[in-house]
């Protein structure tokens, strides 16, 4: 089944601020019914009514991916309000309070990234691809990162996360292609995100000027990578990872 994200039924975790809310709204623009999850309930409350401000459906469910109780019930939703399940978007993450070396990072810390980031995205495509190939098939998108791919000091917990995501992308992906489920992933890197606002302009521009296009990235650019993974454009394509980064990971430029 391919998907073009109008008229369907989307889940996007993650929701409440940033990749997944950018996406959430896009989805909604196009005509699908979102439903919203994070841990945020207010933040969350905040998203949906901007859908539904616009003229969108969505619904807005609070929970913590990182319990399975909580996966099954959010997928049970979408199909007990909109009957079906086309779309997943896995973009709840934890990120480290600061970036600092690994003999330094409170295990705590380290726990929380790769139980939001990797198992929250295990649980929920568990519980959403039954729910997709009941349907006949469906796309999932997680949200990795640039860092996932190469490196970054300072960042242990949120790497070893995101690279794990990349592997188990690939492995369900395989798991699922004959029965119509895609599952691909993409790599944003220097993205225009509240948690860049926080670092202030002086860090946003250093860190724009390592980028090769010279700029950073917004989540409205993403948001519209994850559409057309989920469109009927992309129908061949599964297992991937689809790098959104300006250039930063195709190497040096020769000149500055």
Known sequence: MTIDGGAHVVLVTGASRGIGAATARAFAAAGASVVLVARDAQRLATVRDEIAAAGGTAIALPADVSESGATEAMVGRAVGEFGRLDVAVNAAAAHGSR??????????????????????????????IPAMIATGGGAIVNVASTAGLRSLAGLAGYVAAKRALIGLTESAALDYAAQGVRINAIAPGPIHTEQLDRAGAAAREHVARAVPAKRLGTVDE???????????????????????????????????
């Open 99 to 128: 970036p600092r070396p690994l003999a330094e990072v409170p295990p705590d810390e380290f726990d929380a990234a790769i139980t939001v980031t990797l198992r929250g995205t295990f649980l929920s495509m568990r519980s959403e």
């Open 222 to 256: 993403v948001a519209a990578a994850i559409r057309w993974l989920c469109a009927p454009e992309a129908a061949f394509v599964t297992g991937s990872t689809l790098v959104i980064d300006g250039g930063l990971l195709a190497g040096t430029p020769t000149f500055a």
